[in-house]
């Protein structure tokens, strides 16, 4: 089975600090995710990569930047966290064909709290 | 905008009942198309997956897409207490990006 693995289950983290949010995939997957999840808004995409080094802005990248060094490893960068960026964090990864996509495989989350 | 609509819910379904979940999308190019279910304070986990018009069919889970009319559809037969859930329908567009709806609430009633 795929393993999407997440540093932390839970955070708590001043604001102003940066933070650091870790994922890593076991299967070799070439596109990989970070969404949100907060009650009502639904999933959000923040940002995203299909390949090592490569990234590309979601639909709310603002007060984030990520990092992709190698394949299998892709982090989440708070830049300076803010209570507005509490929220449940969840990173996906997948495999995808000309035309088609198998769908993704997602970590157990961080629930970040930023007090 | 592309769009991924559900019935928010909750939908309440007695127990060995079928329960039926839909789905509607805005973007007539989008070419595959996915059903998570997410527990309570759980990750989503892909459940059902399909890609061409008609039905698919796995254990108790049928997933139903017709293209023409944008839908999607997920069926439970003999639902059970723990299909209790939030079932997320997701859509890939044709920029390759999955666009998911904000899920619906299912509870099935003992």
């Known amino acids: 089975d795929v393993k999407v693995t997440q540093s932390s289950r839970y955070l708590v983290k001043r604001t102003g600090e940066k933070v650091f949010l870790e994922c890593v995939q076991d299967m070799d997957h070439e596109n990989m995710f970070w969404y949100r999840q907060d009650p009502g808004l639904g999933l959000r995409l923040i940002y995203f990569s299909y390949d090592v080094k490569m990234k590309e802005k979601g639909d709310i990248p603002e007060g984030y930047s990520v990092s992709r060094e190698k394949k299998e490893r892709f982090s989440l960068i708070l830049e300076s966290a803010s209570t507005n960026q509490t929220s449940m964090y969840l990173c996906?990864?997948?495999?995808?064909?000309?035309?088609?996509?198998?769908?993704?495989?997602f970590g157990s989350g961080t629930r970040l709290t930023v007090v | 905008q592309k769009e991924v609509e559900q019935n928010s819910g909750p939908l309440s379904v007695p127990e060995g009942a079928i329960a039926s979940l839909n789905c509607t999308y805005s973007?007539?190019?989008?070419?595959?198309f996915f059903w998570y279910r997410q527990y309570s304070g759980k990750s989503p986990e892909l459940i059902m997956s399909i890609y061409s018009n008609g039905d698919k069919e796995d254990g108790r889970f049928t997933a139903q897409l017709n293209k023409a009319s944008q839908y999607v559809s997920l069926l439970i037969r003999d639902s059970q207490p723990s299909d209790s859930a939030t079932y997320l329908c997701a859509v890939m567009d044709r920029d390759d990006k999955i666009i998911f709806g904000k899920g619906t609430r299912l509870h099935i009633l003992p």
């Open positions: 973007d007539r190019g989008s070419q595959s």
């Open positions: 996906a990864s997948s495999l995808s064909w000309q035309g088609g996509h198998y769908g993704y495989t």
